[in-house]
């Protein structure tokens, strides 16, 4: 197998050096540290109630903050590295930078709580917060690749977004959001069913959405 005309890492770098300079993706991270101090500045309850809700509002952040990388990276460059490696390594050049700001917000996700919740919870608690948040946050980035593809335009996007966080919060089966919602922000545990969709729903709509969006970018060249 020959090696890549432009290896993905140089391509991922040349999007980090853009996507660096983009007002908007600082917005969406100053949005997002702002909304984990606003839960935290007073008693937020056990840290599993409190970390499915950051959980939840990290699907339309990310999604701000995909779109964002998206537009500050160059549809030339894009083009250039369809014609030389392929759409398929393009879609994964376009990938790492969200997938690693997810990874990043659900580090601080899980940290919020652990340095400023006074209650004590056991480890698994911390573990299942960043399952969560990584879970619904690869979702936003997801819907926001799609997006892109379909080359809709900004406000619109934000309305698409705005209105899918609203409609998944408010119907406990419709992922991303709902199934974590209605498993984890109780007090009581989940029962086993829910407590599966809550992981395997949003997976299940991320995995959907890369694919319409890698299926767009090939149908639209």
């Known amino acids: 197998m020959s090696a890549p005309l432009v290896p993905a890492g ?3 770098r040349l999007g980090a050096t853009a996507a660096v300079a983009s007002r908007s993706l600082l917005g969406a991270t ?22 499915a809700f950051t ?7 990310a999604a701000w ?9 160059s549809d030339d460059l894009r083009a250039v590295l369809t014609a030389a490696d392929g759409r398929g390594r393009v879609l994964v050049a376009d990938t790492a930078l969200p997938l690693a700001w997810v990874a990043g917000a659900a580090l601080t996700g899980v940290l919020a709580p652990l340095l400023f919740d006074p209650h004590p919870a056991p480890a698994t608690s911390y573990l299942l917060g960043a399952l969560l948040h990584v879970l619904c946050g690869a979702a ?8 892109h593809a379909l080359r809709v335009r900004p406000g619109v996007q934000l309305l698409v977004v705005v209105l899918t966080g609203l409609v998944s919060g408010r119907l406990a089966v419709l992922p991303p959001i709902g199934p974590v919602l209605a498993a984890w922000s109780g007090d009581a ?16 709509a991320t995995a959907g959405l890369v694919v319409a969006a890698a299926r767009t970018r090939r149908r639209r060249g």
């Open 10 to 12: 140089r391509a991922v």
């Open 30 to 51: 100053v949005a997002w540290l702002a909304a984990l101090a606003a839960v935290y500045a007073s008693d937020a309850g056990p840290p599993r109630q409190p970390m």
């Open 55 to 61: 959980a939840a509002l990290l699907f339309p952040v």
């Open 65 to 73: 903050a995909t779109a964002a990388m998206l537009a500050a990276g």
């Open 140 to 147: 936003g980035a997801a819907l926001a690749l799609l997006l």
């Open 189 to 204: 545990d989940p029962a086993p069913a829910a407590a599966v969709w809550s992981f395997a729903g949003p997976l299940l």
